[in-house]
């Protein structure tokens, strides 16, 4: 059974950062593709980042130049570090495991994905 837990949300005024991590537990963490996803209110839940097993990464436009997505694999641990944040980057944030390494299945074929609780990001103006 995987586990993921997050860590790092909160408040930040517009224009300042944040970093969310997420652990994983449960299974080989080095082989998967681990990604975050984000869901504010009214609104479905989109992609933001992933990376895949090998560290590949992949980005929403709306992120691309101030979000970068990392992975530890010695400790287990999936990162997004978020700068330059914006009113409109307020939300739920999702980490996700992917079924497999590859970043097309975790970001395309997201019914399969294992999700941790989810951790709110809010940004002031």
């Known amino acids: 059974q995987v586990q993921l837990v997050e860590s790092g949300g909160g408040l930040v005024q517009a224009g300042g950062s944040l970093r969310l991590s997420c652990a994983a537990s449960?299974?080989?963490?080095?082989?998967?593709?681990m990604g975050w996803f984000r869901q504010a209110p009214g609104k479905e839940r989109e992609f933001v980042a992933a990376?895949?097993?090998?560290?590949?990464?992949s980005y929403a436009d709306s992120v691309k130049g101030r979000f970068t997505i990392s992975r530890d694999n010695a400790k287990n641990t999936v990162y997004l570090q978020m700068n330059s944040l914006k009113p409109e980057d307020t939300a739920v944030y999702y980490c996700?495991?992917?079924?497999?390494?590859?970043?097309?299945?975790?970001?395309?074929?997201?019914?399969?994905?294992?999700w941790g609780q989810g951790t709110q990001v809010t940004v002031s103006s």
């Open positions: 996700a495991a992917g079924r497999d390494g590859s970043l097309h299945n975790i970001v395309l074929v997201t019914a399969t994905n294992y």
């Open positions: 449960g299974r080989t963490f080095s082989s998967y593709a």
């Open positions: 990376i895949s097993w090998n560290g590949s990464t």
